[in-house]
């Protein structure tokens, strides 16, 4: 069974600063591995995807991700945070299969300040 | 194009009652997954239907099922409530099965057990 681990359910960084949020997946074949966002109230929403093709993902709002095999890892970074980023973020985990069930990481609540 | 609509929005039932709740995809979309998202264990996946015919399920008990029609809405319904089924439902549509295909979530449902 595949499984998502994202490390740190609380992350705080200063406006401005680097964001890193850590995910880490095993399964015994390269999967496909999501990053979505989820606002207070709301639904969630997809800010990157890695499907075998480049191993670096940029996706919405300034993200990107980097695929590593070796480290069985997909983490989240973005250079330079926003007040706006302030939201919690799920890693995610798609098995190279015909199914679209997604199994996501516990996530991680990211913290903005000024 | 309008998104992914779920009605209601917000559900307070009692103990032993059951309720349904609804999934709107975008137009043009014929895969549903329903998802429930609580604070203990994050993110589970409930089902997955395709073509009104109910392609994965989760590990939920029989008290949970779903259905989807011809028009690609779906249903679920949740018998004899109990406590720990408070929890927000997302639903999230596609084009189709598989990885390839962009999943939309909806802003969920939150359902309140007294």
């Known amino acids: 069974a595949q499984s998502v681990t994202q490390l740190g359910s609380h992350v705080s960084v200063s406006e401005g600063a680097l964001v890193l949020l850590r995910c880490n997946y095993s399964?015994?074949?390269?999967?496909?591995l999501f990053w979505y966002v989820q606002y207070p109230n709301q639904g969630l929403q997809l800010l990157l995807k890695?499907?075998?093709?480049?191993?670096l993902v940029k996706g919405i709002n300034g993200f990107e991700a980097e695929f590593k095999k070796s480290e069985t890892s997909f983490h989240l970074t973005k250079p330079s945070a926003h007040m706006s980023d302030a939201a919690e973020y799920f890693c995610?985990?798609?098995?190279?299969?015909?199914?679209?069930?997604?199994?996501f990481g516990k996530g991680t609540m990211l913290l903005v300040s000024p | 194009k309008a998104g992914v609509t779920q009605t209601p929005r917000y559900l307070i039932k009692t103990r032993g009652q059951q309720v349904t709740l609804s999934c709107s995809p975008i137009s043009g979309h014929r895969s549903v997954s329903w998802y429930q998202q609580t604070p203990g264990q994050g993110l589970q996946f409930l089902f997955e239907?395709?073509?009104?015919?109910?392609?994965n399920k989760g590990n939920f008990p029989g008290r949970f099922s779903g259905r989807q029609f011809s028009n690609s809405r779906s249903e679920m319904n949740v018998s004899t409530l109990e406590l720990g089924d408070s929890a927000l439902y997302l639903c999230a549509s596609s084009l189709g099965q598989g990885a390839q295909n962009e999943q939309y979530f909806g802003p969920g449902t939150r359902l309140t057990v007294t």
């Open positions: 239907y395709f073509s009104e015919t109910q392609r």
């Open positions: 399964s015994s074949v390269p999967p496909y």
């Open positions: 995610a985990v798609l098995p190279n299969s015909g199914y679209s069930t997604l199994t």
């Open positions: 890695y499907t075998s093709a480049a191993t």
